[in-house]
């Protein structure tokens, strides 16, 4: 059983910066699992953000977020940590944080938080 909660969503201006942080526990995690963040806005479909691979030497980002965002882990602390910055108002989305096998879409992850809300005003 592996449990994962985000935090640090909110309301930000565009240009302005958010940090948001997944902190992992249970009985089944383990620090070998990569990380990963995806979001959804209302009305489409959840979409991939970054992912860490177990060591974090292994990063990779979609290509809207590309230059904007920065992804990072620290495996003694079990934590994943996405550094936003520049917001723009279509980075508008509930973030998810997850865990699994290193990859781009959903399939790839086992485990889920619940997520958390980010809002980026024009």
């Known amino acids: 059983q592996v449990q994962l909660v985000e935090s640090g969503g909110g309301l930000v201006q565009a240009g302005g910066s958010l940090r948001l942080s997944c902190a992992a526990s249970?009985?089944?995690?383990?620090?070998?699992?990569?990380m990963g963040w995806f979001r959804q806005a209302p009305g489409k479909e959840r979409e991939f953000v970054a992912t860490?691979?177990?060591?974090?030497?292994?990063?990779v980002y979609a290509d809207s977020v590309k230059g904007r965002f920065t992804i990072s882990r620290d495996n003694t602390k079990n934590t994943v940590s996405l550094q936003m910055n520049s917001l723009k108002p279509e980075d508008t989305a509930v973030y998810y944080c997850?865990?699994?096998?290193?990859?781009?879409?959903?399939?790839?992850?086992?485990?889920w938080g619940q997520g958390t809300q980010v809002t980026v005003s024009s």
């Open positions: 860490i691979g177990r060591s974090g030497g292994n990063r």
């Open positions: 249970g009985r089944s995690f383990r620090s070998s699992f990569a």
């Open positions: 997850a865990a699994g096998k290193f990859g781009y879409t959903y399939r790839e992850y086992d485990y």
